[in-house]
C-alpha cells in the first residue's frame, strides 16, 4: 500500500500529538501502555501497530535499542 508521506490517519496524528507532548512535558516518551491509556486504546497491539505505520512512513525513528527511544521527523 503505497500512501503520500505528508498524510496521516486521525488516530496517526493523534499518536504523533501524543508523542509531542510526553516529550515536551516530561522530556521522554511514554510507554505503549502508557500511551494507549493516554488516548484511549485498550489494547497495546493497537499502539504498536500506529507506532509501526509512522516508522514506515517516516514519521518516527528508532533510536537505540529501547522502544520508548525515538525521535519525530514531522
Same mark, same amino acid.
Given at each position: 500500500?503505497?500512501?503520500?508521506?505528508?498524510?496521516?490517519?486521525?488516530?496517526?496524528?493523534?499518536?504523533?500529538?501524543?508523542?509531542? !507532548? *510526553?516529550?515536551?512535558?516530561?522530556?521522554?516518551? %511514554?510507554?505503549?501502555? $502508557?500511551?494507549?491509556? #493516554?488516548?484511549?486504546? !485498550? *489494547?497495546?497491539?493497537?499502539?504498536?501497530?500506529? %507506532?509501526?505505520?509512522? $516508522?514506515?512512513?517516516? #514519521?518516527?525513528?528508532?533510536?537505540?535499542?529501547?522502544?520508548?527511544?525515538?525521535? %519525530?521527523?514531522?
Amino acid at each position: 500500500m503505497s500512501r503520500r508521506l505528508d498524510h496521516f490517519t486521525r488516530r496517526e496524528e493523534q499518536v504523533l500529538s501524543q508523542i509531542r !507532548r *510526553s516529550i515536551l512535558e516530561g522530556g521522554e516518551v %511514554l510507554s505503549v501502555r $502508557e500511551l494507549g491509556a #493516554a488516548l484511549g486504546l !485498550r *489494547s497495546p497491539a493497537s499502539v504498536v501497530y500506529h %507506532l509501526q505505520s509512522l $516508522e514506515r512512513s517516516g #514519521a518516527r525513528v528508532r533510536d537505540g535499542g529501547n522502544g520508548n527511544t525515538c525521535r %519525530l521527523t514531522r
